[in-house]
């Protein structure tokens, strides 16, 4: 089975999913964002790598910030961007996606950045795009978010180096989380030795140890000796769907304070991809504590995506000339 | 009309005959078997040599989408499609539009049905009134209309006192019930198997639990009540241990897999292919070894091809919002000679599923190559391979999960009743 993710030389065609990808891709993705961390820090914030590109954002589920740093990254690569919130526009005049795809690829659309309610809705449009065409992965579903798993771990990257020597703890709504899927494949594809999930068993996907993470339930154990800490957030439907009594509750058990972190390294990083219930699975004093690094993946997002955006157009070009 | 079926291998499971034998039709009957009678004299004579003659296959799961959904499929596309893949009759569910749950509506279909003279059409009546599981629908009218069963389709009634009164109130006439075992609010906006696949990519999972749930609660009633009922579909391993003990407890029950279920698994989703989404989910390599073995030892009695035609708009779409089913009606036969093949089991044996068992669950005098019996017959080449794609599919649902394979089992000719209908 051809991997949708690659062509036929292995090169990145579409960023759908972490899992899949080879160490080497991720790596090159990690390596060029550090070259691309320094343009923000310049007076003139661009580098003309997308010039003449047009780079739409197709976003069927709303979004802000996701949204907003894809739309920046794009515009410091130089491409022109349109943003849809097809939620409020096509779909509700009954548009198919492919429809709206098909008519943006007639106005010479060359990017795809898609998010989607439903899991398989990225592969699903890339599935269908003509060769020139890419397609980035901005959330699907319960799926996958690439570059939220990618900026998370070059965030960890920047503060603990030696990926191969982390033990790493994932907290919170494993069940519906793209992020804490594409965290999990990310680190485990990296070398990173130690992935933990913590979560009520309501939380947790079946078999998820199958994804090569070790499973706990309890905060106490899970937290001990870990070298980061990933909250993930939780959704206000999960308190009425019988997934947990309430969030006071669930605050006690899982919310990230002071106490629980001190049973982790002394050093040891908070990460979460936002946006952030303070009071529910995080505690304001460790949001915005020394060991929190929330606000540098935020930075960092921006470099990744934008390396993720100039490999695709890249590959495009060599592609080209081949 | 006088037929010569000439020089075929002639396997007819319910005589447990597997020889080359010739055979012999008079005004759409098998009059002689072997030996050519004295005073016969052929109108048309059918050369199959090297092809295998057998009782036309029968289908217990088919949706035809009449009434109502014919830009799905139509009554014709679909009884084509059934006698392209040596289907020569068919038992068809009733979550039609409107559903079947009135005389009129059957005996419509039936008259359809038999004015195109190609597989014999068999319905099954809705169990409740619009299938919403609260009221009995008329079973002795709907019987009387031509039903041959009841069958929810894919809906439940979750209220077990009313599937109790229904497998009394059928038990009292000897109704069969076909029912499939999915519990609703454990399977409830689930799209996949929840294992490690649907973990994986993030798709709404069906436990096993729900069939097993479903399962225990159907095996007590018909315990209790002494209903006859046939599960439809079963897709567990615990699911096939169930009835194995049932059986062996003498309940008057039976099941079917099927086709796609003794050879996909969850891993056949792979990047969410939309046509693997199907009711019930594909589940583990474990569950599908369980259906296979299930079917060798006779737990399960027959194999169905749940032929769900779907437009192709339908299935353009994220995997759960595709809607469920595939094609199947052409991809029985290959499917079952794929099984017999994989799993080492005589021709015989394996064609026994699509032929004798399944018409001893219809209750039709129908499925074997009897001296007398009517002369329902599907000629094929085990050997010739086709690839499965729009093209080769005659019914108007092209979406299959075997799309761009190549399966071995080509239709050569199928009679029904004597007449030549297809010819390939």
């Not at chain 1, 030389?9 to 080497?24: A, F, I, T």
């Not at chain 1, 390596?31 to 590109?53: C, H, I, N, Q, Y």
């Not at chain 2, 294992?195 to 069906?206: D, F, P, Q």
Request: charged letters at 20%; proline letters at 4%.
């Amino acid at each position: 089975m051809n991997n949708p993710q690659l062509d036929q030389d292995g090169r990145l065609r579409h960023l759908l999913s972490v899992e899949g990808l080879p160490k080497k891709i991720l790596n090159q993705i990690l390596d060029t964002a550090e070259s691309f961390v320094g343009v923000a820090e310049r007076e003139v914030k661009k580098v003309p790598l997308l010039r003449g590109k047009t780079v739409c954002n197709l976003f069927f589920e709303n979004s802000t910030r996701t949204r907003t740093t894809f739309e920046i990254a794009a515009k410091r690569l130089s491409a022109d961007v349109i943003s849809l919130n097809v939620n409020s526009s096509s779909q509700s005049k009954g548009e198919t996606i492919l429809d709206t795809v098909d008519n943006l690829i007639a106005m010479h659309a060359d990017m795809f950045v898609v998010r989607h309610s439903q899991s398989g809705a990225a592969h699903f449009i890339a599935k269908h795009v003509p060769p020139h065409i890419h397609v980035i992965n901005a959330g699907d579903g319960r799926h996958s978010h690439p570059t939220q798993g990618l900026l998370d771990v070059f965030t960890i990257r920047k503060y603990k180096p030696d990926l191969h020597n982390l033990r790493v703890a994932i907290v919170g709504d494993i069940l519906h989380s793209r992020v804490a899927r594409s965290e999990i494949h990310a680190l485990t594809t990296l070398g990173v030795p130690e992935v933990r999930v913590i979560a009520p068993k309501t939380l947790l996907p079946a078999q998820v140890e199958k994804m090569g993470v070790h499973v706990y339930h309890d905060m106490k154990a899970g937290l001990k000796d870990v070298d980061v800490v990933m909250m993930l957030r939780l959704q206000n439907e999960r308190m009425s769907g019988a997934m947990l009594p309430s969030s006071q509750e669930y605050f006690k058990t899982y919310g990230l304070t002071q106490d629980k972190l001190r049973l982790a390294k002394p050093d040891a990083i908070v990460l979460h991809p936002g946006p952030m219930n303070r009071g529910v699975e995080i505690d304001s004093s460790v949001a915005d504590g020394v060991q929190s690094v929330i606000l540098p993946q935020v930075t960092y997002g921006i470099a990744v995506r934008m390396a993720v955006m100039a490999m695709l157009a890249g590959s495009q070009v060599a592609g080209a000339k081949s | 009309m006088k037929i010569h079926i000439k020089n075929g291998r002639l396997i007819d499971p319910k005589n447990n005959i597997d020889a080359h034998l010739d055979l012999f039709i008079t005004a759409g009957k098998i009059i002689a078997i072997g030996k050519m009678p004295t005073d016969f004299v052929a109108n048309q004579t059918v050369d199959a040599s090297n092809l295998i003659v057998c009782p036309g296959l029968i289908d217990l799961s088919v949706r035809l989408r009449e009434p109502g959904d014919e830009y799905k499929a139509s009554l014709v596309s679909e009884l084509q499609a059934a006698v392209a893949g040596g289907v020569t009759s068919l038992a068809c569910q009733p979550d039609t539009d409107p559903v079947l749950d009135e005389p009129g509506l059957v005996e419509m279909l039936k008259h359809r049905a038999k004015q195109l003279h190609l597989a014999h059409v068999y319905p099954l009546g809705a169990l409740t009134r619009q299938l919403e599981g609260k009221i009995l629908s008329e079973m002795g009218e709907l019987q009387e209309a031509g039903c041959v069963g009841f069958s929810q389709a894919n809906t439940a009634i979750t209220d077990t006192q009313v599937l109790w009164r229904a497998m009394e109130y059928a038990a009292t006439f000897g109704h069969t019930l076909f029912l499939h075992a999915e519990e609703p609010f454990l399977a409830r906006d689930g799209v996949a198997h929840d294992g490690e696949v649907a973990s994986r990519l993030g798709l709404k999972g069906i436990p096993s639990a729900a069939e097993v749930l479903a399962l225990a609660s159907m095996l007590r009633i018909a315990q209790e009540t002494g209903a006859k009922v046939h599960i439809s579909r079963l897709s567990t391993a615990e699911g096939v241990a169930m009835i194995r003990t049932a059986k062996q407890q003498g309940l008057n029950i039976s099941c079917d897999v099927s086709a796609n279920h003794l050879h996909l698994t969850e891993h056949d989703i792979a990047y969410f292919d939309a046509n693997c989404h199907l009711k019930p989910p594909l589940r583990t390599q474990r569950d599908k070894e369980a259906l296979s073995a299930g079917l060798k030892d006779g737990t399960i009695d027959a194999i169905c091809s749940d032929h769900t035609p779907v437009h192709d708009d339908a299935k353009l779409a994220p995997f759960a919002e595709a809607e469920l089913g595939a094609t199947g009606l052409e991809l029985l036969l290959p499917l079952t000679l794929k099984w017999a093949v994989d799993q080492h089991v005589e021709l015989v044996q394996a064609l026994a599923h699509v032929t004798k068992y399944s018409a001893q669950i219809l209750g039709i005098n129908s499925g074997d190559l009897s001296l007398n019996s009517d002369a329902d017959i599907c000629i094929f080449d085990a050997n010739e391979y086709w690839k499965v794609g729009a093209s080769s599919l005659k019914s108007q649902g092209k979406n299959s999960p075997f799309t761009g394979l190549e399966l071995a089992g080509k239709v050569k000719t199928t009679l029904v009743h004597g007449q030549i209908v297809f010819q390939g």
